[in-house]
């Protein structure tokens, strides 16, 4: 009916990006080589006391292998963190829609813990032969800088932190208004707060524009209408205007979703 | 060996079913779980008419367990007839549906509509913790659980499973209220009432401020009052709250449950009803059990 698999994967190797941001690579059977950019998995803990599965999105793919970088914000993720080469971890997915790509002048957003997924949404840009010669990547940090020097071979990459430690001090926007940075498309991750405020400005711009939301998730399959968001469309399920992020997401045209 | 067992007429090929609200209908766990070898489905509650549910968060995850607070978001009975009873129809299982309502005339409203639909049983839930009106409302005064079993029972075409609350002093009292009023069988437990904190965010982890706790941490709870309404009425139960495994399975079974349901362990594993119905077959195998209805209250 559907492409999800659920597996047991063993781990290729792990390493640390920053102080509470991880990178690991698994080894998998049927989902990385169904997986796009702008998806997630489902990631279980070994742990009988945390029960639901923490939905991370997919950083890059490689054949078989699949790479998630994540934030370390709890004890699901600590755990995580702990696992080595060999390790083997339940996990599901490829889950959700991820990003409808288009042939325009792109921008991607990313914004903390967002930046992940614009990784494999820049290769799969550049390699589907989508003219991105002049693609722009903007992304935002509250100090500490990772993934930024992989991005960079995809597009020309400008870098906005709270704190002013590196590049335009302040947020995504704020870059993109100093460096006059200008597209067709954004493609966008991270907090609500910088997504509404993206979703803001690409309409004011009339940009076409595609955001990755998040929200508490249970099943991550569609059945348990935890992590739905408000829509102007009507949804599939209910028929109330509530899209399940898990499934008709997380990526939606910013024009559908209320944040 | 025989797993059969027999709920007010409906026969089930195993007593394993899913726990409403935990599984749809069914249609995205296909995919995971031979829904075949299930006893039953029980579908997410539906009423006369779409609801939105509850704002986001709607769920926070707990020491073995979680709390959600969805409000029984659903489609409505017409889609709901339209599309979840043909897709489960195509199974061979049993389908149970799971009505919820905000008044009395909504209940029958539902119950009404699915009088000539091929569904095997209907669960009232008289119990969710998480709509301000209806639901608990009927679930937690005797008096009005008696009411809305009759006024149900007046209309039902299938045989009636009342869901009942752990959140009230003395669950025998509302089980021998739903089955003075008719119930054919009783269904329990449902969530318990519960409250997370987010130090973070220095707010409540849902947004509805309180929610329901299922999972394992509630299970020793949810055989207590499996075993004492076994021991004040006659009518078969359905035992739920927190099953994991065959062995927790086999619990509420020998606390005198004639079925089980599995809710949350389908979100941390999407084959769970169908190990669990595997398991108790294994139990059953080791133990040299002919049948399991003799395992049923076998703890007295």
Redesign the interface.
């Known amino acids: 009916m559907s492409d999800n698999y659920r597996e047991n994967v063993s781990i290729v190797s792990q390493e640390k990006l920053a102080s509470d941001v991880f990178s690991m690579w698994i080894q998998t059977k049927d989902i990385a080589k169904n997986a796009r950019a702008g998806q997630f998995i489902s990631v279980y803990s070994k742990d009988g006391s945390r029960l639901l599965p923490r939905p991370i999105s997919i950083c890059e793919v490689e054949g078989d292998r699949l790479r998630i970088v994540y934030r370390t914000v709890g004890n699901g993720t600590k755990e995580f963190s702990g696992y080595g080469a060999g390790d083997t971890l339940d996990v599901m997915g490829p889950l959700g829609n991820g990003y409808t790509k288009l042939n325009k002048k792109a921008i991607l957003m990313g914004g903390g813990i967002g930046i992940p997924p614009m990784l494999e949404l820049a290769r799969e840009l550049k390699n589907g032969g989508y003219d991105v010669s002049d693609a722009d990547i903007v992304l935002g940090y509250r100090d500490e800088l990772f993934l930024n020097e992989e991005l960079a071979q995809y597009g020309r990459v400008t870098i906005a932190t709270e704190d002013g430690s590196a590049g335009t001090k302040g947020n995504v926007l704020d870059a993109i208004k100093a460096e006059g940075i200008k597209g067709d498309v954004i493609y966008a991750c991270g907090p609500t707060p910088m997504l509404h405020a993206i979703k803001a400005y690409a309409k004011e711009n009339g940009i076409e524009c595609y955001l990755s939301l998040e929200e508490k998730m249970a099943c991550g399959i569609g059945a348990c209408l935890a992590c739905v968001c408000k829509s102007k469309e009507i949804d599939d399920h209910s028929h109330v205007h509530n899209k399940r992020v898990c499934k008709e997401g997380p990526v939606f045209n910013a024009e559908d979703v209320e944040l | 060996m025989n797993t059969k067992v027999n709920l007010a007429g409906v026969e089930l090929k195993n007593p394993v079913m899913t726990a409403s609200?935990?599984?749809?209908s069914g249609?995205?766990?296909?995919?995971?779980v031979d829904l075949n070898k299930l006893g039953a489905v029980v579908t997410?509650g539906v009423a006369n008419e779409?609801?939105?549910?509850n704002p986001?968060?709607?769920?926070?995850?707990t020491?073995?367990?979680?709390i959600?607070a969805?409000g029984l978001?659903?489609?409505?009975i017409d889609?709901f007839c339209k599309r979840d009873i043909p897709f489960l129809k195509q199974y061979d299982t049993k389908i149970i549906v799971n009505v919820c309502g905000r008044s009395k005339e909504d209940y029958v409203e539902v119950v009404e509509r699915l009088a000539d639909e091929p569904v095997d049983m209907l669960e009232i839930n008289i119990s969710c913790p998480n709509v301000k009106e209806g639901g608990i409302a009927f679930g937690q005064k005797a008096e009005a659980a008696y009411e809305i079993t009759k006024a149900v029972k007046a209309v039902a075409k299938q045989p009636v499973i009342m869901k009942l609350s752990p959140n009230v002093t003395d669950i025998t009292e509302m089980a021998r209220a739903v089955e003075a009023g008719g119930a054919d069988v009783v269904s329990l437990i449902n969530t318990l009432t519960g409250m997370k904190i987010d130090i973070n965010r220095r707010t409540f982890a849902v947004a509805n401020k309180t929610g329901g706790l299922s999972?394992?941490a509630i299970r020793p709870v949810a055989v207590r009052m499996v075993y004492q309404v076994a021991n004040a009425v006659k009518i078969p139960i359905i035992g739920m709250g927190g099953i994991?495994c065959a062995d927790d399975a086999l619990e509420f079974i020998m606390a005198g449950a004639t079925a089980v349901s599995v809710g949350?362990?389908?979100?941390?594993?999407?084959?769970t009803t169908e190990e669990v119905a595997a398991g108790i077959e294994a139990y059953m195998n080791k133990y040299k059990v002919e049948d399991i209805n003799e395992l049923i209250g076998i703890v007295r």
């Open positions: 609200g935990t599984f749809g249609m995205e766990y296909a995919q995971f997410k779409p609801w939105p549910g986001t968060p709607r769920i926070a995850e020491y073995g367990g979680m959600n969805v978001q659903n489609p409505g889609v999972g394992p994991t949350t362990a389908n979100f941390h594993n999407p084959k």
